[in-house]
């Protein structure tokens, strides 16, 4: 029998555990290595050459996105699908614009890991169906010629950006949204980069000159 030989980066020992025995209940799947980090397999992928490289996004030393571009360095025909919490477009472009062979959420069902590792070991292209979406409504953004940066903000930050121009501080926000601070600090991290400014202040001039908050 063939196999598709599979490699899995990802930083949770139990995770990747988890991943590996799902994917091995399959006959024709193996799993031939296991990496914490993006520069592991940066730093062996042209020694054991996977056929499938399942990968997460966020990850210390090298972070996913990263790790893919280097690999593609390596290999232009490496397939690699990218593991991630992000149900962002704008993970979703940038994992694609590097050449990302399939993008999957880490709560799909088992059966969406195992249909994307047969997808694009088949040179196909696999995207979760739920961030499919995500393509066409940045097709109809493009299309439409509505290209501010805030248009990138998911609904989540906007909720943020709007909180944060009234002034209230990460852990009002935190209890207002029912959400912790830490993923507040997220937020607000992300907002900064999208927008490109550099403090809160900046934030709310932006917000307030684009009519996002009054």
Do not use: W
């Not at 972070?63 to 232009?76: K, M, S, T, Y």
């Amino acid at each position: 029998m063939s196999y598709i030989n599979v490699v899995i980066v990802e930083d949770h020992s139990m995770i990747r555990e988890g991943l590996k025995q799902l994917l091995e209940l399959e006959p024709d799947i193996r799993v031939i290595a296991g990496y914490s980090d993006g520069k592991a397999i940066v730093d062996n992928y042209m020694e054991i050459k996977p056929d499938v490289v399942l990968m997460d996004v966020n990850m210390p030393v090298l972070n996913g996105l990263e790790a893919l571009a280097q690999i593609r360095e390596q290999d232009p025909s490496a397939k690699v699908i990218m593991l991630t919490i992000h149900q962002d477009r704008e993970y979703l472009l940038k994992a694609l614009e590097l050449g990302a062979s399939g993008y999957i959420l880490k709560d799909a069902d088992s059966r969406v890991l195992i249909d994307s590792v047969r997808n694009v070991h088949n040179g196909q292209t696999y995207i979760q169906p739920c961030m499919a979406n995500e393509l066409v409504n940045e097709y109809k953004r493009i299309k439409s010629g509505n290209n501010e940066p805030h248009n990138s903000l998911t609904p989540r930050e906007i909720e943020v950006l709007k909180l944060l121009s009234k002034g209230m501080l990460n852990k009002e926000i935190s209890m207002e949204l029912f959400i912790s601070e830490k993923t507040v600090k997220n937020h607000i991290s992300n907002i900064f980069r999208k927008l490109d400014v550099q403090d809160r202040t900046q934030a709310a001039v932006y917000a307030i000159k684009h009519r996002i908050v009054e």
